[in-house]
Every structure is written in C-alpha cells, then in structure tokens.
C-alpha cells in the first residue's frame, strides 16, 4: 500500500541561539554544503521555534536568525539550489507537530536524554515545549518526507524517535505515509573539541572563549587561540593510532584534516614528527585561510538584512511547496474535516 514513491530529500535544522563557531562549522554547515549535489533536494532550516523551548531575547534571536543565514550563504549553501529559510515563516511545522504530540506517548519522550540534561534537577520549571522538542524536530522532517537527515552524534536518540513517531503514525492509521528516516550521523572526525578541553564539546555555551574559535574571530585572534590551545608535551605520532589517549592531540589533528579536506592519516603522514611549536602555526594559517573568507563574506551579507530576509521568505514560499500538500493529506488521513485533496 505504497502511497508515496519518497523523493531522496535531506533535511537538517539548526537553532539560532548565539554564535555560530568552528564545531557548527565542520560538524554542521559544511557537511551540508558538501551535500549539495544532483543526488538529492537539501532543505536547510533556522529552527527559531526550537530555539524558543529555553527563553531567548527578542532582538537577539533576530539578530541570530538572519546571522545563521548569512553563515549558511557564506560557507556555501546556495539559496537556489538548496531551500534555506527560518521553521516559524512555515506555519506546517508546527501544525504537524501538533499531531505529533498526539502520536509520540510521554515515555518516549521522558527518556529523551537531551530532555532530562536540559531540564535538569528541575524538570517542574522547564517550558512544555522544551519537553516536546523531538516532536516538533520529527515535523522538521517528516513534513518533507526526509530521507536522510545529517545531524550530530547527540541528535542520534531524537532521529530514533522520529523513526518510532513515523512507524506509530503509519500503524495506527493503516497507511505508509511517513518515510522511514535514515540519520547521517557525524564521524568523529568532524566533531570539534573544546580547545581547553579535548573531551568536551566546542560550544557556545562554554564561558571561556579561548575553548573555540568563533566564525566571527579575525585572524589575529584565530592564531591566537590556536596557539594557546591545550596540548601534551609530545610530538606527533605518524599514524592515527598514535592519537589514541591524547585527546586535544587528536582534536587539533582533526580539525585540521577537516579543513583541508584530507583524511587524519594523510595529515600525520604530512606532519607526524612535529612538535606542536611547529604544527601549530601551519594549523593556525590554514585556519585562517579557509575561515576569513566566511567571515568577511558573513559581514558583507549582515550589511544588507533586508536581502538577507528577501532570502528567507523565498526559502519558506518553496518549502511550502512540499509541506502544504504533506500536511493536507495527514489530515485526512487523520479525519479533520475541510482538509483539501491534494
Ligand atoms: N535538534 C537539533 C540540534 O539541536 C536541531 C534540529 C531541529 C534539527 N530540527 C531538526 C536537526 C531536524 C535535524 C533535523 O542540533
């Protein structure tokens, strides 16, 4: 009872909540320009809605908005060929969200692990939509009827759960409507660490701003953070395995094959032998060298917001292409009266 023949279609969504920096760029936004491609339709979102679950200041998440686009431009995503646009100008997110809250049971979600870390000790004072996040984050893809969705290590147990929401809805209602979603997920290859802290994820969050390199930083301060970065005493090892147990070694080393687009053994076979006096500078230049353009180019698009906003609202006319439809024939499926056939 195939109803849909499931167009090849990535998804994926960030949240526009503070700055963007070196792990959203290798872990995140690159990816998703490397997938650009005949292959299949890559739909790119600013998750404002999910940015809203903890409680942001107007004006910043505004200001963060339009920067996350003019970051997804600069790094490369063309606005023609893939659909770039903000979750709240395509009112089906939410909508389907809705039936989805009524799909997915409170178990599923009280196990979410993001959930229970976010809320923390005091779970009776977190927003119900900070509880409801994975069901507005399997909207995001199965209004497009995704297929593959590229995302982090940690969103691994949020994709697992859009499979089981896709799964229940089709059951429950005798159709095959909802794809079955295949994650990409991100090697550790393209997870940036702290620079102070090789086991802890580069963020935003963290209060020291040596831990990661901002989009934003100029060159001066690139090379700066690079060379106070946390190492050990030794020289690098020639092979991979070498890195074992050393993680800011690791770190470095990583971010460097994923700048210059080799893998970590063409690197060491480049720089194994090298004390970090030496390897330092060469990561700091390349840093700089691929980074500075995104940044110059990131100011330049900041410079003009209403091209920027131009952008979105187109981004969000041709996604509603897709969800219109998606969202029609799941409520008829679902039996609201007035749905249209689409
Ligand atoms: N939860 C994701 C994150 O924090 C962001 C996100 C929201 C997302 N909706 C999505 C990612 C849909 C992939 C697909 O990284």
């Not at 023609?80 to 049971?105: G, K």
Request: charged share 25%; with cysteine; glycine share 6%.
């Amino acid at each position: 009872m195939t109803e849909t023949q499931f167009t090849p279609r990535v998804f994926s969504g960030i949240q526009p909540s503070g700055n963007l920096h070196l792990g959203n760029y290798l872990g995140a936004l690159k990816r998703f320009v490397d997938m650009q491609g005949p292959e299949w339709e890559t739909v790119y979102c600013m998750v404002d809605l999910h940015a809203i679950t903890t409680w942001q200041d107007p004006a910043d998440l505004m200001h963060s908005t339009r920067e996350l686009c003019a970051g997804f431009i600069a790094a490369g995503i063309d606005p023609e060929q893939s659909i770039l646009f903000n979750q709240s100008q395509v009112p089906e997110h939410a909508q389907l969200a809705w039936v989805f809250n009524c799909v997915a049971r409170m178990g599923w979600m009280q196990r979410m692990t993001q959930w229970k870390d976010k809320a923390g000790k005091n779970q009776q004072n977190a927003s119900l939509g900070l509880f409801a996040y994975p069901s507005l984050m399997a909207a995001d893809i199965l209004i497009y009827h995704a297929t593959h969705v590229p995302v982090g290590d940690d969103q691994k147990q949020h994709l697992e759960l859009t499979r089981d929401i896709a799964i229940k809805f089709n059951n429950d209602f005798g159709v095959d409507f909802f794809p079955i979603t295949e994650p990409v997920i991100e090697g550790a290859a393209t997870r940036v660490m702290s620079l102070r802290d090789g086991a802890k994820k580069m963020s935003k969050s963290d209060p020291s701003d040596m831990s990661r390199i901002n989009m934003t930083d100029d060159a001066d301060t690139i090379a700066k953070k690079i060379r106070k970065a946390k190492t050990d005493p030794d020289a690098l090892p020639s092979e991979a395995d070498g890195l074992e147990n050393r993680p800011e070694a690791r770190n470095l080393v990583n971010i460097y094959a994923a700048l210059s687009d080799l893998t970590v053994d063409q690197v060491l076979a480049e720089v194994g032998g090298k004390q970090f006096g030496e390897f330092k500078p060469m990561l700091a230049e390349l840093a700089v060298e691929k980074l500075s353009p995104i940044s110059t180019e990131m100011a330049r698009l900041m410079g003009d917001q209403a091209e920027i906003d131009k952008i979105l609202a187109r981004g969000a006319e041709r996604a509603r292409e897709v969800t219109v439809p998606v969202l029609q024939r799941t409520y008829e499926i679902v039996g609201m009266v007035g749905a249209k056939q689409v």
